[in-house]
């Protein structure tokens, strides 16, 4: 007999010692009890085994093995998990200990605030509940829905003296009721004690050395590192499992995988650890038949950079390897090749993801995609995003695939998808006029029918999904020209407080806009990036810095951290402890001001690279994948006070040192394979 549910239906092989039986389970909403009839078994003890024979999801409840006279007597009994703590009385003033009936743990709480009560929250989520009950200053217990339990130690008024500061300690335990006694009624909440296990692990943390040029930067940068540090949240389900949680902000506790992309590109220059822990959240085992990746809101596959970001600090075989197989499978399935995906069903080759998200590229208000789904276009419409990110990142695992013999079969396949994809953006995607690439319209076959225009006829694409083609580095000499100079046009994309998502000259460019009318980092990181690739340091470093200055201001008049900037005010706007799509102003603050940095466009693998000691010399090997005749831009943060000279080995490199220990490599000419190194003049 066995309990379970199958939602749309499943099939289930019993096997009992070495006898196999079949249980069909009808689709059901419910748990519902099944039986089959297994014949005589031996006496003794048996083996027994169940494996579903279909991918359809099953929920497994419990079952059991009787005598078949005795099946009426069998009832399968739910147990209701009791929520609700015992509160038990600490050892100590300031103490509480609590004990859940279903846990054998106990767990201590100390505190050393004296005005400070206990109050119960009866509620599953502290979310969306505390924000409405935040105003409620004397009930002592919260009622919600009842589902969840929270025991709050409620510490008012906290009151601070001008320009002062107090700091108070508090202490979490858990283990038997003996050992949470003895813990509470030992441990001395007083200010020393605390301050030197506060110190203690401060001291674990090295922050990365920094050239004075920077300290202008320090309050904002603090205030960004400590919001992307803290937003994270348990517990949050996946896979079957809990997992603690990177999240834009605490305003939203779920899964999010541009914007955690984001997060871990930040964590990439804070914390290696917690980068890769972010990367690993949204992979799945390489041939999971229910999950390419983790994928929830835009599919833009941040997760292939961070990959990049990572390898390109330490180039860790073992690294390598166990991200490379899952990074491919999330390709082949956003390329259209695996798990039934229906990215890939236009003739031109173009791709889409509308049947997975409305939004191509998290700008949610963008022009094109927002008239795409008012008008239901979403079967016809190709934009350009999401192509020349699948071109971009082919180009990432090939140069992966090339560090080992046994993936060169990979990388012809990737040289293969470049080709054809890079083939449909230029032949079907390209207007001249408009200097752009469009929306590509097809007919009810698949096949290519027009550019999606704007009611005054322009190019409805007039935004920066227009322009991502040059990420790809698919296009020629002279548009690769023409879309750089309309990016840092300043009646067209430039603002003076960065880039704007969408072209201040088009009929449709709105100052009102969500992203239409504002700046956002996410995708100035990707174009400052590309600046890199073309070999333009005035152009990068004029998008980092507008933007960690624009940071500054903000951050310094509000103290917030905000998600995006309004063009007509340049103020911040959105939530206000961002630490998601904002998460770029770490990374420029790293390429510019902190010793040690390299940083590359995305064209450049670095096979191995080395820092003297003092940092006064850098030497590297790098695979290159970018065009021969194509000149590209390094950066190099060495010690300052010093002139550097540089050379290399197939390649040609021309260096400039800035005072501050900075230096800038255009290099040109360059083979497949080359290295570099710098020293002093």
């Known amino acids: 007999m066995l309990r379970g549910q199958a939602v749309r239906g499943a099939e289930l092989e019993l096997r009992i010692g070495k006898h196999a039986y079949r249980l069909p389970m009808e689709p059901s909403g419910s748990l519902t009890l099944s039986e089959i009839h297994v014949g005589r078994l031996p006496a003794g003890k048996v083996a027994v085994s169940l494996r579903t024979r279909s991918a359809n999801p099953l929920v497994l409840d419990g079952f059991t093995l009787v005598e078949r006279q005795t099946s009426k007597e069998v009832t399968f009994a739910d147990l209701p998990w009791r929520i609700k703590p015992e509160l038990l009385e600490g050892p100590v003033p300031g103490s509480l200990i609590l004990h859940y009936p279903d846990s054998p743990c106990y767990y201590g709480l100390l505190w050393n605030d004296p005005d400070a009560e206990i109050r119960q929250f009866l509620s599953d989520e502290l979310d969306r509940f505390a924000r409405h009950t935040v105003h409620d200053h004397v ?10 339990h929270y025991t709050n130690v409620f510490m008012r008024p906290i009151s601070l003296n001008p320009a002062s500061s107090l700091i108070l300690h508090g202490m979490v335990c858990d283990g038997t009721l003996e050992e949470v006694h003895a813990r509470l009624a030992s441990f001395a909440l007083d200010a020393g004690s605390c301050e030197t296990i506060y110190l203690a692990e ?23 590192r400590a919001t992307l540090l803290t937003n994270t949240v348990f517990p949050v389900y996946t896979k079957r499992a809990f997992i603690r949680h990177n999240t834009p902000g605490r305003w939203w506790d779920s899964l999010y995988t541009w914007d955690s992309g984001f997060i871990g590109l930040g964590f990439a220059d804070l914390d290696d650890s917690r980068a890769i822990d972010c990367l690993n959240a949204y992979m799945t085992e390489p041939g999971d038949a229910e999950a390419a990746f983790i994928h929830h809101g835009s599919p833009v596959p ?22 490379y197989p899952r990074l491919r499978q999330y390709y082949l399935f956003l390329a259209g090749k695996i798990n039934g995906s229906t990215t890939d069903v236009f003739q031109t080759g173009l791709l889409q993801t509308w049947d997975y998200f409305y939004n191509s590229g998290g700008w949610d208000d963008y022009p094109p995609q927002k ?13 350009v995003i999401t192509t020349s990110q699948l071109i971009r990142i082919a180009k990432i695992l090939r140069m992966a695939a090339a560090t080992s013999d046994h993936l060169k079969m990979d990388a012809q396949e990737y040289d293969k998808d470049i080709r054809r994809w890079s083939d449909a953006l230029n032949a079907y995607a390209w207007d001249e006029e408009a200097g752009c690439y469009g929306y590509v319209l097809h007919n009810e076959e698949g096949a290519y029918e027009g550019l999606l225009r704007h009611g005054s006829e322009v190019n409805y694409n007039s935004g920066l999904d227009g322009m991502y083609p040059l990420l790809a580095g698919i296009c020629d000499k002279e548009r690769t020209r023409r879309l750089i100079d309309t990016l840092f046009h300043e009646q067209r994309f430039w603002t003076p407080i960065g880039l704007s998502t969408v072209d201040q000259g088009a009929p449709y460019y709105r100052a009102d806009g969500y992203w239409n009318g504002a700046v956002w980092m996410p995708h100035q990181w990707f174009f400052w990036k590309t600046m890199f690739d073309y070999g333009h340091p005035d152009l990068a470093y004029r998008i980092a810095n507008t933007a960690l ?18 063009v007509q005010s340049g103020r911040g706007a959105g939530w206000h402890h961002f630490g998601g799509l904002s998460a770029p102003v770490i990374n420029w603050f790293a390429a510019y001001y902190e010793l040690g940095k390299v940083t590359t466009g995305f064209n450049v693998w670095m096979l191995q690279q080395h820092f003297k000691d003092d940092y006064t010399e850098y030497g590297s090997e790098f695979h290159y994948a970018g065009q021969a005749n194509q000149p590209f831009h390094i950066r190099v943060n060495l010690a300052e006070g010093l002139s550097y000279e540089a050379a290399g080995t197939g390649c040609d490199v021309c260096c400039s040192s800035h005072p501050d220990g900075g230096v800038e490599l255009i290099i040109s000419n360059c083979l497949p394979y080359a290295s570099l190194w710098i020293q002093p003049a």
């Open 139 to 148: 009930s002592t217990i919260l009622h919600g829905n009842g589902k969840g």
């Open 202 to 224: 401060r001291q674990k943390l090295k922050a990365s050395p920094a050239y004075p040029s920077g300290d202008r930067y320090s309050f904002s940068q603090q205030l960004m």
């Open 302 to 323: 941040v997760q292939h950079y961070l990959f990049q970001e990572l390898w390109n600090r330490k180039q860790s075989p073992a690294f390598l390897n166990y991200f």
């Open 371 to 383: 008239y795409v789904h008012e008008l239901k276009l979403e079967h016809r419409a190709a934009p």
């Open 549 to 566: 200055e624009l940071w500054k201001r903000e951050t310094e008049a509000t103290y917030n951290c905000y998600e995006h900037f309004i």
